[in-house]
């Protein structure tokens, strides 16, 4: 065994024995190693980065409450980081994850022990890399329970299944594609398919024998928990002949409602009952992709199986569901305005009523000129850039929680300020002679503590205009509001919900459209905001939002740890 990994264990075994005495509550110990692995898949075997070998990687199951520490050991080639997506981590951003934000990558050799403080998430979230692209095959699913005492707000399902893995595959290494893009500064390339629960459909090259299938008995009903860890496309989803009905999302439970479809972006998570009430048989559940872009994207679909036990004849023709179109955005808007809070006494909301802090955000893809001739092939000499209110984020170089911490919570001498709304407004939707250049810099959105934040996203019509699913680190927020397109500050405001709106952690912002989100920055920290679409945050498609401290200890950002992995 290598020293660096026995060093690693025995330290994590005496961490955690310190830990049982510290923290309240159920706490759950995990030991994971980042490794590539191969997989043959597509009649291709490919070396891919994983965690204990496994793609979808591993699960976490606790309960509401409880407290998880994962340490990982990083045998892979490069620095990697782990992002626990949904999980707001009170007053401890240390171990929120996102590589140069909250902290520098572990380095190949190195580990690291982080801390999952479960407060008031149940259901479904996940867990993923923060660095590069890793996050292709490096990821998985949490299962968060009801706490002892507690039951679901729906009758006890007979089974429970996770369908994690809705995810994108690469023949070749995924770190190559990046760089590519990255030197050409296009568009990368897209994925050759997607996969449910690590496998591809079975109408793909040599996939017809390993296609993942779910086993059913007629008369009970299932909890599907459903993650959309794809790279760069929304989707819908779909069984043949069964409706689902929607009882959570982001690890929050929903009124329940009945569905034959679901759309779901990059980053979200959707809890759904399914009962076996068809004759028995088999039947497909179906991924494919919304896309209403002239961008690139990968236009396949994925399937699986449904399969009934007991004896019966196996069909000759399996039954397929059908979709709304691929650039159906109709359909995908409907499918969101159903998403609502249960808003009871069990689970009671607190939608921000006194706003405080009111931000208008652009949400664009841009251009950049890149200097001295350098090879690149965007519209002349031109690279692929991204931007939040006109300014396109540039990834510092050492974690900005650190220099936040060590320079006594001030980090101007590294980072600016984001402007509360667009320099220059203009016709977002229909502007037809806007410069699609844009600014670039490291730039922060500060709140102070107790603020109640409404932030507005704005889909432009600059470059490729498409959905974007907008995710922040650290919160839940209530999605107050959403429409086609110019933001009409006038009137939109009056048909925002703010009875049961849902609380979420990513959401889409329409295609030339608008999305409104509220909540209260309760938790101080240094949080990263952005596009969960690879591909625009790679262009910069991002900022951070950093939430001072209040007045008490339960109200100010913890210490760091003892240990955080080193920047230099």
């Known amino acids: 065994m290598k020293p660096n990994m026995i060093s690693g264990i025995l330290g994590y075994i005496f961490l955690i024995a310190l830990l049982f005495c510290k923290v309240q509550g159920a706490v759950h110990n995990y030991y994971w190693v980042v490794k590539q692995t191969n997989f043959t898949k597509l009649c291709t075997t490919s070396t891919v980065l994983t965690v204990n070998d496994s793609f979808p990687g591993p699960e976490i199951h606790a309960k509401k409450g409880d407290t998880v520490f994962v340490t990982v050991q990083n045998d892979g080639p490069y620095g990697i980081t782990i992002h626990w997506h949904g999980v707001r981590q009170p007053r401890n951003p240390w171990s929120d994850g996102p590589e140069y934000i909250t902290q520098c990558p572990i380095k190949p050799g190195g580990n690291f022990t982080q801390e999952i403080n479960l407060s008031t998430e149940e259901g479904t979230l996940w867990w993923h890399a923060h660095s590069d692209w890793s996050r292709t095959t490096v990821h998985g699913v949490i299962k968060v329970f009801p706490a002892n005492g507690t039951s679901y707000p729906f009758d006890e399902p007979d089974g429970d299944q996770t369908l994690c893995s809705v995810a994108s595959w690469y023949k070749s290494d995924v770190m190559d594609v990046l760089e590519a893009s990255i030197a050409t500064g296009g568009d990368p390339n897209v994925s050759d398919c997607y996969t449910i629960n690590g496998e591809p459909r079975d109408l793909y090259d040599c996939s017809n024998e390993t296609m993942y299938s779910l086993l059913v008995e007629k008369g009970k009903t299932y909890l599907l928990r459903i993650v959309n860890s794809i790279m760069n496309e929304e989707m819908f989803f779909a069984i043949a002949n069964h409706n689902m009905t929607v009882v959570g999302s982001d690890g929050a439970y929903l009124k329940p409602f009945s569905t034959d479809y679901l759309f779901i972006t990059p980053g979200q998570t959707m809890d759904v009952l399914v009962t076996a009430n068809q004759s028995p048989g088999y039947y497909y559940m179906v991924l494919t992709p919304f896309l209403d872009t002239e961008s690139s994207y990968d236009n396949t679909t994925s399937r699986a199986l449904i399969k009934y036990s007991g004896n019966y004849t196996t069909p000759g023709t399996i039954p397929t569901p059908t979709f709304p179109n691929i650039s159906d955005s109709i359909s995908a808007q409907f499918f969101v305005v159903r998403l609502k809070s249960l808003a009871d006494s069990a689970h009671p909301i607190n939608v921000p009523k006194n706003i405080t802090r009111q931000i208008f955000m652009t949400v664009s893809v841009n251009i950049f000129a890149c200097p001295n001739s350098t090879g690149c092939t965007v519209d002349g000499n031109n690279k692929l850039a991204a931007s939040l209110n006109n ?76 959905n974007h699913p907008m995710h922040l680190h650290g919160y839940s927020f209530y999605l107050v509001g959403t429409g086609s397109a110019d933001f009409d500050n006038g009137t939109d405001p009056g048909r925002f919900n703010l009875v049961d709106p849902p609380e979420v952690n990513t959401v889409a912002v329409p295609r030339k459209g608008w999305t409104a989100i509220r909540f209260k920055a309760d938790n ?31 109200t100010s950002m913890s210490p760091p740890p003892s240990y955080m992995p080193p920047c230099s």
């Open 524 to 554: 101080s920290g240094v949080w990263f905001m952005h596009c969960h679409f690879e591909r625009h945050t790679s262009w910069g498609m991002s900022s951070v939002v950093i939430v001072k401290d209040g007045g008490t200890n339960e």
């Open 391 to 466: 300014n396109s984020f540039v990834m510092p170089s050492t974690a900005l929680l650190q220099e936040y911490y060590d320079n006594n919570y001030n980090i101007s001498h590294i980072a600016g300020e984001l402007p509360n709304k667009p320099p220059t407004p203009f016709n977002y939707t229909t502007v037809a002679n806007m410069s699609a250049y844009t600014n670039e810099g490291t730039k922060v959105i500060t709140f102070n503590y107790g603020d109640e934040v409404e932030i507005v996203f704005q889909g432009t019509n600059i470059g490729a205009t498409q």
